[in-house]
Protein backbone atom coordinates (compact mmCIF):
# COMPACT_ATOMS: atom_id res chain seq x y z
CA UNK A 1 0.00 0.00 0.00
CA UNK A 2 1.09 3.75 -1.18
CA UNK A 3 0.08 6.89 -0.64
CA UNK A 4 1.27 9.31 -2.07
CA UNK A 5 0.73 13.01 -0.62
CA UNK A 6 1.83 16.16 -3.21
CA UNK A 7 1.06 19.65 -3.56
CA UNK A 8 2.47 21.29 -0.99
CA UNK A 9 4.60 24.72 -1.48
CA UNK A 10 5.10 28.37 -0.49
CA UNK A 11 2.37 30.52 -0.08
CA UNK A 12 1.72 33.72 1.06
CA UNK A 13 -1.00 34.12 4.16
CA UNK A 14 -4.36 34.37 2.79
CA UNK A 15 -3.33 32.12 -0.04
CA UNK A 16 -4.08 29.02 -1.25
CA UNK A 17 -3.16 25.30 -1.87
CA UNK A 18 -4.79 21.90 -3.21
CA UNK A 19 -2.86 19.48 -1.89
CA UNK A 20 -3.59 15.36 -3.27
CA UNK A 21 -2.73 11.99 -1.91
CA UNK A 22 -2.59 9.33 -4.38
CA UNK A 23 -3.49 5.95 -3.25
CA UNK A 24 -2.30 2.04 -4.67
CA UNK A 25 -2.27 -1.26 -3.71
CA UNK A 26 -5.76 -0.92 -1.64
CA UNK A 27 -9.05 -1.03 -2.79
CA UNK A 28 -9.79 3.27 -2.32
CA UNK A 29 -13.38 3.05 -1.94
CA UNK A 30 -13.28 0.42 0.67
CA UNK A 31 -11.29 2.97 3.32
CA UNK A 32 -12.00 6.20 5.01
CA UNK A 33 -9.31 8.75 4.40
CA UNK A 34 -8.28 12.06 6.75
CA UNK A 35 -5.75 14.65 6.30
CA UNK A 36 -3.93 15.35 8.97
CA UNK A 37 -0.85 17.98 9.79
CA UNK A 38 2.15 18.45 12.10
CA UNK A 39 4.24 21.79 13.21
CA UNK A 40 7.95 21.55 14.46
CA UNK A 41 7.95 20.50 18.32
CA UNK A 42 3.69 19.47 17.73
CA UNK A 43 1.56 16.53 18.11
CA UNK A 44 0.32 15.30 14.83
CA UNK A 45 -3.27 16.69 14.42
CA UNK A 46 -6.50 16.08 12.81
CA UNK A 47 -7.55 18.34 9.85
CA UNK A 48 -10.78 16.81 8.09
CA UNK A 49 -11.91 13.36 7.33
CA UNK A 50 -14.21 11.99 4.34
CA UNK A 51 -16.18 8.73 4.13
CA UNK A 52 -15.36 5.82 1.87
CA UNK A 53 -18.03 6.50 -0.04
CA UNK A 54 -18.24 10.49 0.13
CA UNK A 55 -21.14 11.71 2.14
CA UNK A 56 -19.75 11.75 5.58
CA UNK A 57 -17.49 14.60 6.07
CA UNK A 58 -15.82 16.07 9.38
CA UNK A 59 -13.27 19.38 9.77
CA UNK A 60 -10.90 20.08 12.87
CA UNK A 61 -12.76 23.65 13.90
CA UNK A 62 -9.73 25.69 12.85
CA UNK A 63 -10.55 24.04 9.32
CA UNK A 64 -14.03 24.87 8.96
CA UNK A 65 -14.85 27.65 6.42
CA UNK A 66 -11.01 27.37 4.78
CA UNK A 67 -10.82 23.72 3.44
CA UNK A 68 -12.26 21.55 1.89
CA UNK A 69 -11.51 17.82 1.25
CA UNK A 70 -12.70 15.72 -1.37
CA UNK A 71 -12.11 12.44 -2.91
CA UNK A 72 -12.34 11.00 -6.21
CA UNK A 73 -12.61 7.36 -5.75
CA UNK A 74 -12.32 6.66 -9.63
CA UNK A 75 -8.89 8.02 -9.43
CA UNK A 76 -8.01 6.73 -5.78
CA UNK A 77 -7.42 10.47 -5.24
CA UNK A 78 -8.29 12.20 -1.91
CA UNK A 79 -7.34 16.07 -2.31
CA UNK A 80 -7.29 18.92 0.44
CA UNK A 81 -8.29 22.65 -1.03
CA UNK A 82 -6.75 25.25 1.85
CA UNK A 83 -7.75 28.71 1.60
CA UNK A 84 -6.97 31.60 3.42
CA UNK A 85 -4.02 29.93 4.77
CA UNK A 86 -2.54 31.65 7.72
CA UNK A 87 1.02 31.24 9.36
CA UNK A 88 -0.52 28.60 12.02
CA UNK A 89 -1.18 26.63 8.81
CA UNK A 90 2.79 25.94 8.28
CA UNK A 91 2.44 22.12 8.95
CA UNK A 92 3.66 18.75 7.29
CA UNK A 93 0.71 17.63 5.90
CA UNK A 94 -0.41 13.46 6.12
CA UNK A 95 -3.45 11.78 4.45
CA UNK A 96 -3.98 8.51 5.73
CA UNK A 97 -6.74 5.77 5.39
CA UNK A 98 -8.43 3.65 7.29
CA UNK A 99 -10.94 0.64 7.14
CA UNK A 100 -13.25 2.81 9.58
CA UNK A 101 -11.71 6.10 10.11
CA UNK A 102 -12.33 9.23 12.46
CA UNK A 103 -10.20 11.93 14.02
CA UNK A 104 -7.62 9.90 15.68
CA UNK A 105 -4.32 9.03 14.23
CA UNK A 106 -4.23 5.70 16.12
CA UNK A 107 -7.50 4.46 13.94
CA UNK A 108 -5.25 4.58 10.64
CA UNK A 109 -3.76 1.67 9.10
CA UNK A 110 -1.66 3.64 6.42
CA UNK A 111 -0.61 6.94 6.09
CA UNK A 112 1.18 9.04 3.35
CA UNK A 113 5.03 10.30 3.35
CA UNK A 114 4.03 14.31 3.96
CA UNK A 115 4.37 17.02 2.47
CA UNK A 116 5.41 20.70 3.50
CA UNK A 117 3.32 23.44 3.71
CA UNK A 118 4.90 26.53 4.53
CA UNK A 119 3.01 30.21 4.69
CA UNK A 120 5.41 33.18 4.87
CA UNK A 121 4.87 36.33 3.32
Known amino acids: VQLQASGGGLVRPGGSLRLTCRAS????????TAWFRQAPAKEREFVAA????????DYAGFAKGRFTISRDNAESTLYLQMDSLKHEDAAVYFC???????????????WGEGTQVTVSS
Open 50 to 57: ISADGTKI
Open 96 to 110: AAAQYGGSSPNVYDF
Open 25 to 32: GLNFDDYD
